[in-house]
């Protein structure tokens, strides 16, 4: 499109002579920026890498509008100054969306990176214990158990046993059974008691995994839901201790 003429004059020694050069310019499209971005393997398809020759397309308002040509599809994506995204390759013929992937994507990865910040890095600890355990071992050892079933980590409680002691696996059994007892609020057995060679071990998960494991169904009479006190918390300020990855 001609839209300017230039004039430039040349002096010589017998006069002026001035030629006139045209200036053209050139009107680009407003081309979508997501193409790079869905170039890789595990990104969907986006505008012109969509390769189906008819799409069902999905506006921006979630309204279907049917199947519809790629092109036609391009083409309303573009004067929404969106994008077209293939959410559903495998079906005949394609999903499409048009939608702003660039934040779709941004949203996504957020998304992501806060579940992996709430995810806990959990682990196994040991406890291990004797079947002629004392009182003031038994309780540091059980306090211990609490503080790590409050941190979020799963808990492996051993009896270990020596020679003669193996005849009399239920003292073994007792003590196991009062560790449960007295960690009841904290946490649930995960794995009954049984032996691994000398030991005798149970494994309790925190009382948070187990419920959520369970899935229990919520009450849908509000009166009632609304009359139950909120249950009170265990006190964490045992959590905050480093303990040991093991305690004999």
């Keep these: ?126 406890i291990k214990m004797r079947p002629k355990i004392d009182q003031h071992d038994y309780d540091f050892k059980v306090r211990a158990i609490k503080a790590f079933l409050l941190a979020g980590h799963r808990v492996k409680v051993s009896i270990f046993f020596r020679g003669r002691e193996m005849a009399f696996l239920d003292r073994g059994r007792e003590v196991l059974g009062k560790v449960v007892a007295a960690v009841s609020d904290y946490g649930k057995v995960e794995m009954e008691p049984r032996m691994e060679g000398s030991y005798m071990r149970i494994m309790i998960v925190p009382a948070a995994q187990s419920e959520s494991a369970r899935k229990p169904v ?6 009632v839901s609304a009359a139950k006190a909120k249950p009170a918390k265990p006190a964490a300020g045992a959590a905050q201790g480093h303990a040991p990855e093991s305690i004999d």
Excluded at 2 to 19: D, H, I, V, W
Excluded at 218 to 223: I, N
């Design 218 to 223: 919520k009450q849908q009479d509000d009166s």
């Design 1 to 126: 499109m001609l839209s300017g003429q230039l004039s430039s004059c040349c002096y010589n020694g017998l006069g002026a002579s001035c030629r006139v050069q045209p200036i053209f310019y050139i009107r680009v499209k407003n081309i979508r920026r997501c193409n790079a971005i869905a170039n890789k393997d595990d990104e969907p398809r986006v505008n012109s890498d969509i390769k189906a020759a008819e799409v069902l397309l999905i506006d921006e308002q979630n309204v279907k509008r049917g199947v519809v040509s790629t092109k036609e599809a391009l083409a309303l994506a573009e004067a929404a100054e969106l994008d077209l995204v293939e959410v559903a390759p495998q079906a005949t013929p394609p999903v499409c969306r048009i939608m702003d992937y660039g934040k779709y994507r941004f949203q996504q990865q957020k998304r992501d990176k806060d579940a992996r910040k709430k995810q806990k890095n959990q682990a196994i600890k040991e």
